[in-house]
Every structure is written in structure tokens, then in C-alpha cells.
């Protein structure tokens, strides 16, 4: 069961370059989610996808943009980074929108640094 | 809007010890509530939920929590600590975006030592 994937792991980046975070479930559920996670901030929603077609603004969307391409894929763009997105991003999704006590399942993260 | 409050960001036992993370929670409905563990280098995994009915909720791993609502708490125990405990727990509510979907919000984590 490969359940969230996320693509690549690691990625060092230039202030300025551009670059998409990708991330695939097979869980076939409808909720897709990316957060970032800073030490002692916890994990922060940046956007999130409540069904296929539609995308919408979490709690720090500034410097970010997102594509749900179809069911499956979420992905995350930053088009310039800067040193304060140095991060670890996750991306989780869950299985029916508008339902509370669904639980989020997340991926293992990419670990991005910006020089 | 609903907030988590974990008290305590380093929190060390040792081997055999009682394991207590704390965790509490502002929601003017009722709330849901989760823990996951996050162990090095790995994401999130959900160790247990409450959403209604029973207030001790049992998770993987021997872990339990208890939902009192008097106190708008969700405290993490387990009776005896194992090396293979040491993580970083996150306490989390659910809030639903009218209907649309539903977003977790986190804690800023505890990470738990746990000594030998």
C-alpha cells in the first residue's frame, strides 16, 4: 500500500529558481492537502483541495501556487523561492470532504532548502 | 476559531515510565480530536482519534488518550515507555470549512526522549 507518495525527498534550491512538489494518493479519496512544517510552529496549511476541480487558500498561501491535476495528484508550485520557504513539506489527503472526524493521511515529506 | 495548546515541547522518560503529553484544545463546537507520531524522517502518523461516544479513546502502540470536556483536555498516555517511543507527537482538532472540507489544526509538537 503506497497510500500518500510524495516527490522528491530532498531538493536544494537557488533564491529565485522554480520548482513543483509533487504528490500522488491511491487511497481514492477527494481532500488533498500541503502544509509546511517549521521547528516549533507545527504543521501550517498552505492550500488544500476539498474534491477534484477545486483548490482553495490555507493559513500561509503567500509565495505558493497549487494545481489539483485529477483525483489523485496534488501538486505544489513555488515559482521564486526564497530562503524563508526552506521547509519540510507534506502533503496528506483524507477520504470524504466536509466530514470532521475523517482522519488526514500524510506522506513522507520533502525536505527543501533555499540558498 | 479553534486553537491546541501542547504543554511542554521536550518531554524525556525513562524505559518503563509513564509516558504523559498534554494537550489542550479551544473549540466552540464539539470538537474532534487527534494524535499522530512523526518519528525522524518520516510523515505523520495517526495514533488515535476521538470523535464522539467514548471518552478514552485506545490507539496503536498502547497509547490512549481521554477526552474531558470540563477540562477542554486530550491528554497522550501510555503505562510503560519503550525506546521505539521516542518521537515527536502532535495533538490536533478538526475544524470543517462550512461543509467544503475539513482542516487539522496542529499543535507546535512534543518531542518525546526516552532514556534507557
Known amino acids: 500500500n503506497a497510500g500518500v507518495t510524495q516527490t522528491p525527498k530532498f531538493q536544494v534550491l537557488k533564491t529565485g529558481q522554480s520548482m513543483t512538489l509533487q504528490c500522488a494518493q491511491d487511497?481514492?479519496?477527494?481532500?488533498m492537502y500541503w502544509y509546511r512544517q517549521d521547528p516549533g510552529m507545527g504543521l501550517r496549511l498552505i492550500y488544500y483541495s476539498a474534491s477534484e476541480g477545486t483548490t482553495d487558500k490555507g493559513e500561509v498561501p503567500n509565495g505558493y501556487n497549487v494545481s489539483r491535476l485529477n483525483k489523485r495528484e496534488f501538486s505544489l508550485r513555488l515559482e521564486s523561492a526564497a530562503p524563508s520557504q526552506t521547509s519540510v513539506y507534506f502533503c496528506a489527503s483524507s477520504r470524504r470532504a466536509g466530514q470532521v472526524n475523517q482522519p488526514q493521511h500524510f506522506g513522507d515529506g520533502t525536505r527543501l532548502s533555499i540558498l | 476559531a479553534q486553537s491546541v495548546t501542547q504543554l511542554g515541547s521536550h518531554v524525556s522518560v525513562s524505559e518503563g515510565a509513564l509516558v504523559l503529553l498534554r494537550c489542550n484544545y479551544s473549540s466552540s463546537v464539539p470538537p474532534y480530536l487527534f494524535w499522530y507520531v512523526q518519528y525522524p524522517n518520516q510523515g505523520l502518523q495517526l495514533l488515535l482519534k476521538y470523535t464522539t461516544g467514548a471518552t478514552l479513546v485506545k490507539g496503536i502502540n498502547g497509547f490512549e488518550a481521554e477526552f474531558k470536556k470540563s477540562e477542554t483536555s486530550f491528554h497522550l498516555t501510555k503505562p510503560s515507555a519503550h525506546m521505539s517511543d521516542a518521537a515527536e507527537y502532535f495533538c490536533?482538532?478538526?475544524?470543517?470549512?462550512?461543509?467544503?472540507?475539513?482542516?487539522?489544526?496542529f499543535g507546535t509538537g512534543t518531542l518525546l526522549a526516552v532514556q534507557p
Open positions: 490536533a482538532v478538526s475544524e470543517n470549512y462550512g461543509g467544503a472540507t475539513n482542516k487539522l489544526i
Open positions: 487511497m481514492n479519496h477527494n481532500s
